[in-house]
């Protein structure tokens, strides 16, 4: 195995001509109950974090994350040691100079830059 894809099915609006899988977050504890919940899936797959290459965090929104959220998601990142390309996608219109600075922190290397009805 050599990508990860790590799916945020949250947005701030729905457009009705999306397919991908999403949802408007009712509330702050649906978007940490499904971070923990990908973090408990992520590490059924820990004999396979050294072979992973590519990281790319899509949606959904994820820049809808609020800084802290964006943390907990970064840090369960943190133990893949070989990626070469980490591309998160971003809504400017939900992008932050503080968040901005996580990603760059967090090892992003690439961005996919989309305005997004939101
Ligand atoms: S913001 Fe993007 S992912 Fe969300 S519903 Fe609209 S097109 Fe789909």
Redesign the pocket.
């Given at each position: 195995m050599r990508g990860l894809y790590i799916h945020i099915p949250f947005?701030?609006?729905?457009?009705n001509?999306?397919d991908?899988t999403?949802r408007v977050p009712k509330d702050k504890s649906m978007i940490d109950e499904y971070l923990l919940h990908l973090k408990e899936e992520l590490l059924t797959y820990k004999k396979y974090f050294d072979s992973i290459k590519t990281i790319y965090i899509g949606?959904?929104?994820p820049t809808l994350l609020d800084i802290d959220e964006l943390k907990v998601l970064f840090d369960m990142l943190k133990d893949f040691k070989n990626i070469e390309e980490f591309t998160i996608e971003i809504?400017p219109e939900t992008l932050t100079k503080e968040k901005a600075l996580l990603i760059k922190e967090a090892g992003v290397n690439r961005c996919s830059i989309?305005v997004?009805?939101?």
């Amino acid at each position: 195995m050599r990508g990860l894809y790590i799916h945020i099915p949250f947005c701030k609006k729905i457009c009705n001509y999306c397919d991908f899988t999403k949802r408007v977050p009712k509330d702050k504890s649906m978007i940490d109950e499904y971070l923990l919940h990908l973090k408990e899936e992520l590490l059924t797959y820990k004999k396979y974090f050294d072979s992973i290459k590519t990281i790319y965090i899509g949606g959904g929104t994820p820049t809808l994350l609020d800084i802290d959220e964006l943390k907990v998601l970064f840090d369960m990142l943190k133990d893949f040691k070989n990626i070469e390309e980490f591309t998160i996608e971003i809504n400017p219109e939900t992008l932050t100079k503080e968040k901005a600075l996580l990603i760059k922190e967090a090892g992003v290397n690439r961005c996919s830059i989309g305005v997004k009805s939101l």
